[in-house]
C-alpha cells in the first residue's frame, strides 16, 4: 500500500467515526444528538463499556443507545466500539497539557533541533491528505465570501490565531480576532449574520479552552459559517464545524507547525481568490509602513 492510499485508509476511518458522530449526529432527535456529543468527549472511557454501562453513565436508555447506532449506519453496537477501540489505537494525544514529558522524553538523536525538526516535517507531510487540501479551499471560498471574519483563539492556541489574522488583514479589511473575556466576546459575535464566517483554533487537548468551544456553538446555533483549525477529530469544538481543518500532531513535543502549515496554505488560497484586491491591499500597506517608518 502507497502513501496516498495509506492517506486514504486514514481519511475514511476518520469518516466512518468522528465526523458520523458530528455530522449525521446532528439530525437526530435532542436524545440522541445528546448520546453522539457524549461518545464524542468520552470515547477513551466509554471504549469498552457495555451497552448497558453507556445508557446508565450518559443517562440515556438502552433502547436509545441501539436505536442511535444502528441509525449512525454502524452493523452494531460492537461494531461502533470496535471502531473507536481502533482509532484510540492510532490516535496521538496532543501534549500541551503535559509539555514536561518532551524534557524528559529518551531522544535517538542528542541535538534537540534535529528531533524537533523531524517530527514537525512528520506531521506536516501526514497533515497533506486530500481531505485538508478540499476542507483549506471550502475555508478560503467562504472567507473570501464573508462580509465579517472574526477569529477566536485563546491560551495555546492563541499564537495561532494571531499569526492568521495579521495574515488575513495584510489582504483583507474585514478580519478581526477577538481579544476579550466570553462576556465581550458574545457582545461581538451578537452582531454576526448569515454572510459573517467565524473561525475558531482548538488546539492543545486533552483540556480544550472553553472559550473556543462556545464561540463554534454560538455560529452553529445562529446559522453562521463555523471554521474550526484543530489538531485532533476529538476537540469539543469540531462538532459544531461547517467546515473542519484538522492537522495531523506531533507525539514527542507540542507543537503548532502543522497548524501553521494550513493556515499559510488557506491565507494562499484565499488571497488567490481575488487576487487584485489582496496585492493592492498588500502594497498600499507597504507603502505607509515605510513612510511612517515603521519598516526600512
Known amino acids: 500500500m502507497d502513501k496516498e492510499d495509506i492517506l486514504k485508509e486514514r481519511d475514511k476511518m476518520e469518516d466512518d467515526l468522528f465526523s458520523v458522530f458530528r455530522n449525521e449526529g446532528m439530525k437526530l432527535s435532542p436524545r440522541q444528538r445528546e448520546l453522539c456529543s457524549y461518545i464524542i468527549r468520552n470515547h477513551k472511557k466509554i471504549a469498552f463499556w457495555t451497552v448497558e454501562e453507556l445508557a446508565r453513565n450518559s443517562n440515556i436508555s438502552p433502547a436509545t443507545v441501539v436505536r442511535t447506532v444502528k441509525t449512525l449506519g454502524f452493523e452494531n453496537y460492537r461494531d461502533m466500539m470496535g471502531k473507536i477501540q481502533n482509532f484510540i489505537i492510532d490516535d496521538k494525544i496532543p501534549l500541551w497539557w ?147 481543518l484538522c492537522v495531523e500532531q506531533t507525539e514527542g513535543h507540542y507543537s503548532i507547525a502543522s497548524a501553521v502549515t494550513a493556515i499559510e496554505a488557506l491565507v494562499i488560497e484565499t488571497g488567490a481568490v481575488k487576487k487584485d484586491k489582496s496585492i493592492t491591499k498588500m502594497r498600499k500597506l507597504e507603502k505607509t509602513l515605510v513612510e511612517r517608518k515603521i519598516t526600512l
Open 98 to 244: 503535559n509539555v514536561e514529558k518532551s524534557l524528559e522524553k529518551e531522544r535517538p538523536d542528542v541535538r534537540v533541533l534535529t528531533w524537533v525538526a523531524r517530527e514537525n516535517i512528520g506531521a506536516i507531510t501526514s497533515s497533506a491528505s486530500n481531505k485538508l487540501a478540499e476542507a483549506v479551499s471550502s475555508a478560503a471560498r467562504a472567507i473570501t465570501d464573508a462580509e465579517k471574519v472574526y477569529i477566536v483563539a485563546v491560551r495555546s492556541s492563541r499564537a495561532v490565531g494571531v499569526y492568521l489574522h495579521s495574515m488575513l488583514s495584510q489582504m483583507m479589511d474585514n478580519v478581526f480576532i477577538i481579544s476579550y473575556g466570553e462576556d465581550e466576546m458574545y457582545d461581538m459575535l451578537s452582531g454576526m449574520g448569515a454572510n459573517d464566517v467565524i473561525a475558531v483554533v482548538s488546539m492543545g487537548g486533552p483540556h480544550y479552552a472553553v472559550t473556543s468551544i462556545k464561540a463554534a456553538e454560538y455560529g452553529r446555533n445562529n446559522s453562521i459559517k463555523t471554521i474550526v483549525l484543530t489538531n485532533s477529530q476529538i476537540c469539543p469544538a469540531a462538532q459544531y464545524a461547517d467546515i473542519l
